[in-house]
């Protein structure tokens, strides 16, 4: 019943959206992202953990931490939310991470819109993206730190972490906060401090186009990157920050293996 509900508004949002006048480009492009956030909120539901025990609300994957010990998807209750699901590690740098950001094969297509960015994508055992309004709901309730881990295709660690991560509310175009960088990728993220978030429907860079487009991802644009984390997966060499970059790392023309980005309280 739910499925029938959710295409049904489908149907009639591509409707609405495009009546007789329809771009063929766009009309793919969005077609595919309305589905894909048909699966992905359908299959997210599937996979979450029964074990938190009846009545539990924790607020994030470190509270969480106190009872649990098993990586996996969890619901968590953030202030002012009737929940939501995350991925939590337990094992990593004594656990209690929350994250919101993996990529390991390029089977998920980060190049999306606004809405997809807004509300989430992808599986959370596998390749996804969290979702802004989610990131913003768990980061205004206390102080976060931030921790960035990139694989290269030879296997090669490295990281970045940042004291202070924030993303404020949608009005806001989704704003940045990120300081406080230690590490051994060197701070290639540190400079996106400050500014909107930028998809391919919505520019909110400083750059005089749209530096979603041109570097084909979503992301926290300035004039434009030197991280570029949710581009294009291109498995290594790739055009000059198109790719999974971290420039401090590796350049703008190496498009990385693997990342993901997590959250605890600081």
């Known amino acids: 019943m739910h499925m029938d509900l959710l295409l049904t508004a489908f149907l009639l949002s591509f409707v609405q959206s495009y009546g007789k006048e329809i771009n063929k480009e766009k009309c793919v492009r969005d077609v595919a992202d309305k589905v894909a956030n048909l699966i992905t909120e359908t299959t997210n539901q599937c996979l979450v953990s029964s074990s938190t025990g009846f009545g539990a609300r924790p607020s994030d994957c470190g509270e969480l931490r106190k009872s649990e010990n098993k990586s996996g998807v969890y619901k968590i209750y953030p202030d002012g939310t009737s929940g939501f699901n995350v991925y939590c590690d337990m094992k990593s740098f004594g656990g209690g991470w929350t994250l919101f950001q993996r990529r390991t094969n390029g089977f998920v297509g980060f190049y999306r819109d606004w809405p997809s960015y807004k509300n989430g994508f992808g599986n959370l055992k596998e390749d996804f993206w969290l979702g802004n309004e989610y990131l913003n709901k768990l980061t205004e309730q206390g102080y976060y730190k931030l921790r960035i881990d990139m694989w290269d295709f030879d296997n090669n660690h490295r990281y970045a972490i940042y004291n202070t991560f924030v993303v404020k509310n949608e009005m806001s175009g989704y704003k940045l906060e990120v300081t406080g960088y230690t590490g051994n990728a060197g701070d290639s993220f540190g400079g996106q401090n400050g500014y909107k978030f930028t998809t391919r429907d919505r520019?909110?860079?400083?750059?005089?186009?749209?530096?979603?487009?041109?570097?084909?991802?979503?992301?926290?644009?300035?004039?434009?990157?030197?991280?570029?984390?949710?581009?294009?997966?291109?498995?290594?060499?790739?055009?000059?920050?198109?790719?999974?970059?971290?420039?401090?790392?590796?350049?703008?023309?190496?498009?990385?293996k693997a990342t993901r980005m997590m959250i605890r309280r600081a």
């Open 203 to 256: 520019d909110n860079d400083a750059y005089g186009g749209n530096c979603a487009e041109l570097y084909k991802g979503g992301w926290w644009y300035s004039r434009c990157h030197s991280a570029n984390l949710n581009g294009k997966y291109l498995k290594g060499k790739s055009a000059y920050g198109v790719g999974v970059n971290w420039s401090n790392w590796k350049g703008y023309s190496y498009s990385l």
